[in-house]
T-cell receptor, first 114, second 114 residues
């Protein structure tokens, strides 16, 4: 069975602070994909990144970076110099190689204030 | 269209009534998914279509829920004899392929059963 755990329910930071959102996953499959989605107040899930299980390279995209560590089954997401527009609920999700569905974590609500 | 379109955006219905929720995926996407998101939770998988056929309906909670995709594009999620517990946001997503590619989500239909 697949499982995604996002232990942080809610995080509050002041603008320009760095913040890391944690994601721990469980799967017995050797081929799998990990995702991060952002859900702003409007409700639409916005795709941020996809990473496959054979690529452990960290990735940076502007102020966003992702740290994938198979040894700890973690796929953490860092926002550098946070902005108010980053306020949203962030979901980590897992899709195994043989399945089609995404298994989501419960999400982390990020509140960035001035 | 440019993105996944879902109609209606909001639906209020009385307990026991029948409802249909529509999803228009991104043009050219062969895979289509329905998810359900309750307040404070991550989306939960309902059903996946590859083309016209339901390849995985393991997430449908009971036989009151049914979905179709007759021409391999637009999909309709149908709920019979609605119950108050069916109240949630119903999300539709599509992807170019079922495996290894990201899914893009619509803004959802908020269903309220009173």
């Amino acid at each position: 069975a697949q499982k995604v755990t996002q232990a942080q329910t809610e995080i509050s930071v002041v603008e320009k602070e760095d913040v890391t959102l944690d994601c721990v996953y469980e799967t017995r499959d050797t081929t799998y994909y990990l995702f991060w989605y952002k859900q702003p107040p409007s409700g639409e899930l916005v795709f941020l990144i996809r990473r496959n299980s054979f690529d452990e390279q960290n990735e940076i995209s502007g102020r966003y970076s992702w740290n994938f560590q198979k040894s700890t089954s973690s796929f953490n997401f860092t926002i550098t110099a946070s902005q108010v527009v980053d306020s949203a609920v962030y979901f980590c999700a897992l899709k195994t190689g043989t399945a089609s569905k995404l298994t989501f974590g419960t999400g982390t609500r990020l509140q960035v204030t001035l | 269209g440019a993105g996944v379109s879902q109609t209606p955006s909001n639906k209020v219905t009385e307990k026991g009534k029948y409802v249909e929720l529509r999803c228009d995926p991104i043009s050219g996407h062969t895979a289509l998914y329905w998810y359900r998101q309750s307040l404070g939770q991550g989306p939960e998988f309902l059903i996946y279509f590859q083309g016209t056929g339901a390849a995985d309906d393991s997430g449908l909670p009971n036989d009151r829920f049914f979905a179709v995709r007759p021409e391999g594009s637009v999909s309709t999620l149908k709920i019979q004899r609605t119950e108050r517990g069916d109240s949630a946001v119903y999300l539709c997503a599509s992807s170019f392929l079922a495996h290894g590619t990201e899914a893009f989500f619509g803004q959802g239909t908020r269903l309220t059963v009173v």
